[in-house]
C-alpha cells in the first residue's frame, strides 16, 4: 500500500519541508541535499476540476518567476479530470491545458521537473502533469491506468472480456506502474529507500524526451519511435 503524502514528505525530506495540503492541492517546498525542491501536487484521489489546475498551473508560474531553475517534483494521486458539466462548460480542458503547457513552459526555462505517481494516476489528471514532466516515476504500488477497461470497452464497442485477454499480453491495454514502465511512460519504479531514489532520478533528469525510445526498448510500444523518426526524417 503507497504510503499518504505527509509520510511519504517526511521519508523524503525529514522535518525540512513546508509541503502543505489545502483540500487536494499539495504545495510547499523541501530541502533535500542542501538544495531547495519546489514540491506540488494532488491527494485524495484527486478529481482535477477548473479551480485545482489552475491552482497547480499559478504555483508553478510563480516558481518560474521566483526561483529561477529550482527543481520541481509533482506528487501525483488524481482519479483524473472532474466529469462535471460544470466544468465542462466553463472550459475544463482550456485549464488542463494551460496546466500542461505551465509545466512545460518550467522545463523550457531550466526547470528540472520530476513527476512521482505515489498512490494512484488516473485519465486527464496525470496526462497533464507527470506525463509532461522531464520524466515520471512511481512507487510500485501506484496504480497508473488512462482508461479502466469498462469505460474502454463502452468507447470501442469491444466486449470487456476480449480487452481483459488484450491485456495480458499488450501493456496498452493493461492497468498497473508496471505496464507504464513497459510504455516508457514511466521511467522506473521506487524500490527500496525513497531517498536514494528520488537522489537518483534527480541526477538523471533529461530535457529530452525518452519515452518512445524507452517504450521501444521494453516491447512495450513498439513502433512509436519508429513513426516519430519517419514523421522527422519527411519534414
Not at 513546508?18 to 499539495?26: K, M, Q, R, Y
Not at 500542461?100 to 531550466?110: E, N, T, Y
Not at 469498462?150 to 491495454?173: D, G, W, Y
Request: hydrophobic share 45%; glycine share 10%.
Amino acid at each position: 500500500m503507497s504510503p499518504p503524502w505527509n509520510l511519504l514528505a517526511e521519508r523524503l525530506f525529514g522535518s525540512h519541508h513546508t509541503i502543505v495540503a489545502d483540500g487536494d492541492f499539495l504545495s510547499g517546498t523541501g530541502c533535500f541535499d542542501g538544495q531547495e525542491v519546489a514540491v506540488l501536487g494532488t491527494t485524495g484521489h484527486a478529481e482535477v476540476g477548473l479551480e485545482l489546475a489552475l491552482a497547480q498551473a499559478r504555483q508553478v508560474l510563480d516558481i518560474v518567476e521566483r526561483h529561477p531553475g529550482r527543481p520541481i517534483l509533482l506528487l501525483i494521486d488524481t482519479q483524473g479530470q472532474r466529469l462535471r458539466r460544470r466544468e465542462e462548460l466553463l472550459g475544463l480542458n482550456r485549464a488542463m491545458a494551460h496546466l500542461g503547457k505551465s509545466i512545460d513552459f518550467a522545463r523550457r526555462q531550466g526547470h528540472p521537473v520530476l513527476g512521482l505517481v505515489y498512490d494512484q494516476a488516473l485519465s486527464g489528471g496525470f496526462i497533464t502533469s507527470g506525463l509532461i514532466a522531464d520524466a515520471c516515476d512511481a512507487l510500485p504500488d501506484a496504480l497508473i491506468h488512462v482508461m479502466g477497461l469498462p469505460a474502454m470497452s463502452r468507447i470501442t464497442k469491444l466486449p470487456e472480456v476480449a480487452l481483459r485477454q488484450l491485456a495480458q499480453h499488450n501493456p496498452v491495454f493493461a492497468p498497473g506502474a508496471e505496464n507504464y514502465v513497459r510504455m516508457g511512460g514511466v521511467r522506473r519504479l521506487w524500490h527500496g529507500d525513497p531517498v536514494l531514489a528520488l537522489r537518483q532520478a534527480l541526477a538523471d533528469l533529461s530535457p529530452h524526451d525518452e519515452r518512445a525510445l524507452a517504450g521501444a526498448s521494453r516491447g512495450g510500444r513498439r513502433l512509436a519511435a519508429e513513426v516519430m523518426q519517419r514523421v522527422l526524417d519527411a519534414a
